[in-house]
Structure formats: structure tokens, C-alpha cells
């Protein structure tokens, strides 16, 4: 236990020990008043007065029944009343005089002690002779007021009722001026009554003591139930304030999914975890460096120590030890140049008492670090997280929700197709009737790749690589993606199709299902080639653009998580409309956007939009197109259609696209035979690639991406096309 902790438990211990003998003090001078420290004390130095005293109480009831017993005797009242048995004067305390009838005056003798300021002062009793109550009276001179009995008082003696009014007003009184004394010294606790959601704004450091102010005003399940804090929760965070700081970081981390394990090589004081954060979480981020520095450090400390680690590319998320240390640690954290992000002690709160740590996490690290580098956006290679991943739901629907078969993925490179079969695969994890396996081929060798994924030896067959899929699969049905089969099927047919036809056969005796991905040579092999056996062997699944919705949803709701947000509602759709639907070009131009956002910067306009749309990121990953196969003139003759288009959409008139029979008409001019069946292979090839659509006549080609216009210029896509009609007019007499 710390120092602080030992000085805050010793003031708890005083603090109820004086309460109590507060309580006890007032109560005892109701309820006992023979125990209460001031009467004992006042016996103890008074004791012979008040053993006087009482003895004169008794005397005086003495002398008043012999003066009434010889009125109604005698019928007369007495000239003089003594003591009965008191023979002696001088032992009298107390002595009678007659000065009226129904009047006795007694006046006390100087037995008693001179501190006391009793002898000779005087008490006048006065008989009601009708109802035979007496009535005292101080006399002249009168005795002290603190001898007086109740009954003998100048004024008329207060009631039990009086009395007990009068307690509960005073304490009703101190309760409200303590009340306010108590709100003027606790404003957090007056706010959070007027706002209960203003609880989820204080330092994680200070509940313990809310906790305990909300107990006394008996409003703790109040408030917890108007923020929606669940009373098992609220138990739970407070423990977590007293608890050691790895277990601190293990609670912070279950929080987001993340897994918590100890850091090596920090030397950093305080405690340092490493967070492997999910898969699910929206931005690009695989992990972080978590440090909780010591309690007892200043935020200037902290910060010198945090500038003497060296530079890396990893994100340290400092969790605030006090609101002492907060500002200079917020500072720190808030230059761009740190890739240091500080989870401050209210933001410690809200991650643990409401839903969505996740959600404070990606605004959190928004704020503080360049967005760029938790960019949501994945502009290469397959969609490997959930929340990367938009649309699809078509498509995905005719393979999750049928039974296995034989699928045949055929579309453009950038088109998706990895990340769907990534996504297909996620949904079949876990599943208890199939059991799903992910392959990549980099080359033609299918059995090799597939052996050392199964880590068996290289030169095993198709057949027993497959048992050995199936044996693993405990009883499932195993479906088998295959990414990137173009080469692997050139290689196939130039074979004879020998493993492609093992392939099918396995298929049918339902051992396995698969699913083949691949552009030109899939394509050809599924629908040109009568003698391939993957004719018929699946279903043919078109990959191109995404859909509309999708597109908006992939413009705009990563940017909102990082509270970025266009100017316009019509920006998304103008971005959409030039992507023409490529998830990944959607993807460039809004990572694009977020480089050119500054400090602070959260809003996209028009003129960033244009520039987005412009950049040379977006024109590379238009390039590609020019060389689709292998084969030298197809090449050729896809080019000659592309700059034939652009010519028409660039052009005086800007014609709607070109037909067929204009592009037959050029080639034609040209004095270059091209025969029909090559020409519309061609536009075959370059509709899977997505680089031109007919359109919604269905009659013109247009370019599928309306940006891809824009990397040419009229002259120069004229001057390229007669080029390459010049080329082909040259190559036909050697060929």
C-alpha cells in the first residue's frame, strides 16, 4: 500500500472515532446523563453542592406538606414551618419563612460551599389553594440559574415536545448549512445529481471517493441506473483503481479484444504491455505498446523518458497515472511528431464503464496521431480485416448459403477477388459442417504449395493431399479456395490438364469441393476451351465492380470513425461515380484524402475531392491494362480498342463510346485484317478486367472507370492507335 493510501485510511479511522464520540457527547445528555463526560466531570468537581442540594429538595418537599397539612387541619395557615426531626438550626440547609398566607419563602444557609453562590439566596413557593399545586419562584436574591429546577425557573419550563422540536430544527438547520458548505467543497458530486451522464466525465482516480459521497446521500443506485452503469461494473472499476498495474493493463485490454502479454526490452519506469489488437478493429493497426508509468512520477518525468526511447514505428498508448501528470502528458501526446497517443483519466472512465471502448479507442488515436497512419483504408492486397471489408452480400450469399460446390471466380486483378475468398473463408471458421482452407498459388505448382501448407513433403499427390485435408477436418465437408490460378492453369493446358482433371474427379466423388480464382487463362479455360475440364465443373461467379451502396458505405463510414466527414452529401457519389465502382480505387482516393487532411482537419471539400481524384497513386493503380496475356498482338489489339475509346470520349462531340463495327472500320482503314473472333476475345479480355463496359444500351463500349479517361489526351491516344494499327500493318507479311 502506498503512502498516500496509509495517510487516507489513518484520516478515515479519526474521522468516524470523533463522529462517534460526537454522538455519544449529545446523546448521553438526553438518554444517560450520569455517563456523560461533561455531567461526570461536574460531579466530580461540584460533587458536596449537589449532595447538598438534594438533600434541600427533600426538605423543601417536607416543609411545603407541613404548611398544607396544617392549613387543612387547622384551616389557618402556619406563622412558622420546621424540618421534622431537624432539632439542630445549625444542620438545617435550608429554612422556612411565612411572610403571607400560601407563601413559603426558603432560603438556602450557608452550609453549603462558597463556590457554589447558594447560601442565603432565596425560592418563594406559592400555594394554589384551590387545586393544591405549588409554584416556585427565585426569590430575592435569587440562587444561580444552574441550580434551578426545571419547575422553578422565571419563565414556564419548556415541554419534552418543545424540547425535541427545538433539537430538530437546529439539526435540520446544521444539516442544510453543512449540506451547502459540503456541495460548495464537492462540485463534481452537485453536477453529476443536476447531469448524471457528467459521472462518465470524472478521473478514474477520483471514484472511489464519488462512491463513497454518493453512499452517505443514499443516491449511488440513482445515478448508476440513469447513466446505465450496471452496479457489477461500477464494483469492478473501482477495484480496478486499487488494483497492480499489469492487471490494470489485462482489464483495459479485454475491454477492445485485445491480447494483453508482457513487453521485452522496455526500460521505461512503470509497467509496459504489448496489446495484439483484433482483427476487427476499424483501423490499420496490429498492435501497441501500452505503459503505465509509476504513480508516483511527475508528467515531466514521464515525458523525459518517453523522448530517450528510440524512435519506431509502433504506437504507444500512455495510460494517465494522475491528474497531475495529465497535462503535460496530453501535450506530449499531441504532437503529431510522437507516435504517442495518452489515454487521460476520463477517457480511463468511460472505457470502462460504458459499451464501445472500441469506438473511444479509434476516436482517441484519431486525435492524437496522423491519420494516415491508423488508416481504416487497405490499398493493397486482399481485405484481411472485417471491418475493411463492405458489400459483396450477394455473392457471398450463393456460397455461404447453399451446400459446398465448385465455384469458378473469374475478374480483373484489383477487382476483390482475394478478399472475398478471405472473407469466405472468415465465415466458415468455426463452422460445424465445413471446414474451409485459404491457398495463394506464386506459381504453377499446385500439389508443391498445397504440400507445405499441409506440412507434408513436396513430391505428395493431389489425391493424398487431399485425404490429408479431409482427415483433418474431423467429418467436414472440406472446401479448398485457390487464389491466383492463371499460371497454374497456362501450365495445365500446355500438360493436358493432368491435376485440374484429378481436381474434378475428387470433386465428384464428393471428397472435396473447391473454388478456383483467376483472370484470363480461368476465363478462357471455363468458356473457350472445350477440352478444359473445368468446363462445367462449377459455377462461373463474375467479380467486377461493387455495388452502390457498398461504395458509399466503403467512402464514408471508416472516415467516420475517424471523425472525418465531406462538406457536401454529394461528394461520396461524385468519388464513387469516377471510381466507377472499384473498391480498391475507392479505397486510394480516400487514403488520399486523408494525407492531404491537416492538423486538426476534419472536413473534406470539392477542391480536395479533385485533387484525390488526380493523384499519381490513383493513375498507377489504373496502369496495368496494356498487357493482360501473354500472347504480344492480343496485347496489341486491346490497346488499339482502349485509345479507339478514348479518342471517341475525348474528342470534339465527346461521343458516347464506341461500337464494334467502328473499331472493325478502323482496323479496316488501316488495311490490317483482323478477324472477328480475335477482336471480340479482345473486348472479351478487357470488360473482365474492367477497363471498358457496355453500356446501358448495350449497343457502345465505354470505359468502365470514367477516371480512366483522364490519363490520356486526344492527340496522343490518336497518335498511339495509329501506331499500333502501323505495327500490325508491318508484322503481316512475316507472319
Known amino acids: ?39 461526570a466531570w461536574k460531579i466530580t468537581h461540584d460533587g458536596e453542592s449537589m449532595m447538598l442540594m438534594q438533600r434541600a429538595r427533600i426538605d423543601t418537599m417536607f416543609l411545603r406538606e407541613e404548611a398544607q397539612g396544617h392549613w387543612e387541619r387547622e384551616g389557618e395557615w402556619p406563622t412558622a414551618v420546621a424540618v421534622p426531626g431537624v432539632h439542630d438550626p445549625a444542620e438545617a440547609v435550608v429554612v422556612a419563612e411565612v411572610p403571607a398566607p400560601f407563601v413559603l419563602r426558603l432560603r438556602f444557609t450557608g452550609k453549603f460551599p462558597a463556590n457554589a453562590g447558594l447560601a442565603g439566596t432565596v425560592l418563594e413557593h406559592t400555594l394554589d389553594p384551590a387545586s393544591g399545586h405549588w409554584r416556585c419562584q427565585p426569590g430575592t436574591p435569587a440562587p444561580p440559574s444552574r441550580w434551578l429546577a426545571p419547575d422553578c425557573q422565571s419563565s ?57 459521497q454518493l453512499g452517505w446521500l443514499r443516491l449511488r443506485a440513482r445515478v448508476l441506473a440513469d447513466v446505465g452503469v450496471a452496479g457489477v461494473r461500477w464494483r469492478e472499476t473501482l477495484r480496478h483503481v486499487q488494483a497492480p498495474a499489469d492487471a490494470q493493463a489485462a482489464v483495459l485490454a479485454a475491454r477492445i479484444g485485445a491480447e494483453d502479454t508482457p513487453a521485452q526490452g522496455w526500460t521505461l519506469p512503470g509497467c509496459v504491455r504489448e496489446w495484439r489488437l483484433p482483427d476487427t478493429l476499424p483501423v490499420a493497426l496490429e498492435r501497441l505498446w501500452v505503459y503505465l508509468p509509476d504513480p508516483e512520477m511527475t508528467g515531466e518525468a514521464i515525458v523525459q523518458q ?63 496521431l496522423k491519420v494516415t497512419r491508423i488508416s481504416p483504408y487497405q490499398t493493397h492486397g486482399g481485405i484481411t480485416r472485417p471491418a475493411a471489408f463492405f458489400g459483396r452480400e450477394s455473392l457471398l450469399a450463393r456460397v455461404l448459403n447453399r451446400e459446398p460446390g465448385n465455384y469458378l471466380l473469374v475478374g480483373g486483378r484489383q ?23 485459404y491457398l495463394s498459388l506464386r506459381d504453377h505448382r499446385l500439389a508443391v504449395r498445397l504440400a507445405v501448407e499441409l506440412g507434408l513433403p513436396e513430391d505428395t499427390g493431389i489425391d493424398a493431399l487431399v485425404a490429408a485435408m479431409s482427415a483433418r477436418a474431423e467429418g467436414r465437408r472440406v472446401l479448398l479456395l485457390i487464389d491466383e490460378t492463371d499460371l497454374f492453369l497456362r501450365d495445365e493446358a500446355q500438360h493436358g490438364y493432368p491435376q485440374l482433371s484429378a481436381l474434378r474427379a475428387i470433386s465428384e466423388e464428393g471428397r472435396c469441393h473447391f473454388m478456383l480464382a483467376g483472370f484470363w487463362d480461368l476465363y478462357e479455360a471455363v468458356t473457350l476451351d472445350f477440352a478444359s475440364p473445368l468446363r462445367n465443373f462449377g459455377e462461373v461467379i463474375h467479380v467486377g465492380g461493387l455495388e452502390d451502396e457498398a461504395c458509399h458505405a466503403l467512402a464514408t463510414e471508416p472516415m467516420a470513425r475517424l471523425g472525418v466527414h465531406f462538406a457536401a452529401l454529394d461528394l461520396p457519389r461524385t468519388l464513387v461515380a469516377a471510381c466507377g465502382r472499384r473498391a480498391n480505387l475507392v479505397a486510394i482516393v480516400c487514403q488520399q484524402l486523408l494525407s492531404q487532411l491537416g492538423r486538426g482537419e476534419r472536413v473534406i471539400d470539392a477542391r480536395q475531392l479533385h485533387a484525390a481524384l488526380g493523384s499519381e497513386p490513383v493513375f498507377d493503380a489504373l496502369a496495368g491494362w496494356a498487357r493482360l ?40 482503314a ?27 444500351s448495350g449497343a457502345r463500349f465505354v470505359f468502365a472507370v470514367p477516371l480512366f479517361a483522364t490519363q490520356f489526351q486526344l492527340e496522343e491516344a490518336r497518335a498511339l492507335q495509329q501506331r499500333e494499327l502501323q505495327a500490325m500493318v508491318l508484322a503481316e507479311p512475316s507472319a
Open 415 to 437: 477487382l476483390g477477388k482475394t478478399s472475398l475468398m478471405k472473407a469466405i473463408e472468415r465465415r466458415f471458421v468455426g463452422h460445424p459442417h465445413v471446414h474451409c482452407r
Open 1 to 39: 500500500m502506498s503512502a498516500a493510501a496509509n495517510v487516507l485510511l489513518r484520516w478515515r479511522t479519526w474521522r468516524l472515532l470523533l463522529i462517534a464520540a460526537l454522538t455519544w457527547f449529545v446523546a448521553s445528555l438526553f438518554v444517560a446523563p450520569m455517563l456523560n463526560p461533561w455531567v
Open 156 to 212: 414556564a419550563p419548556w415541554t419534552i415536545i418543545e424540547w425535541l422540536g427545538l433539537l430538530l430544527g437546529v439539526t435540520t438547520l446544521l444539516l442544510m448549512v453543512l449540506g451547502l458548505i459540503w456541495f460548495r467543497a464537492r462540485p463534481a458530486v452537485a453536477s453529476i445529481l443536476h447531469a448524471p451522464r457528467e459521472l462518465l466525465l470524472q478521473p478514474l482516480q477520483g471514484l472511489p471517493a464519488l462512491d463513497r
Open 306 to 368: 518517453l523522448r530517450g526511447m528510440p524512435n519506431g514505428q509502433d504506437v504507444v498508448l500512455l495510460v494517465s497515472p494522475s491528474l497531475q501528470a495529465e497535462p503535460a502528458l496530453v501535450a506530449y501526446a499531441d504532437d503529431p511528431a510522437n507516435l504517442c497517443a495518452c489515454l487521460d483519466q476520463a477517457a480511463q472512465t468511460r472505457w470502462l464503464l460504458q459499451p464501445g471502448a472500441v469506438a473511444l479507442l479509434v476516436a482517441l488515436l484519431a486525435r492524437q
Open 670 to 696: 488501316a488495311g490490317v485484317a483482323v478477324e472477328a473472333e480475335t477482336l471480340r476475345r479482345a473486348l472479351a479480355r478487357l470488360q473482365l478486367a474492367y477497363v471498358i463496359r457496355r453500356d446501358d
Open 629 to 668: 496475356t501473354p500472347d504480344p498482338l492480343a496485347n496489341r489489339i486491346d490497346r488499339i480498342v482502349v485509345y479507339r475509346l478514348a479518342c471517341a470520349q475525348l474528342g470534339p462531340g465527346a461521343e458516347r463510346g464506341v461500337r464494334l463495327e467502328d473499331v472493325l472500320a478502323d482496323f479496316d
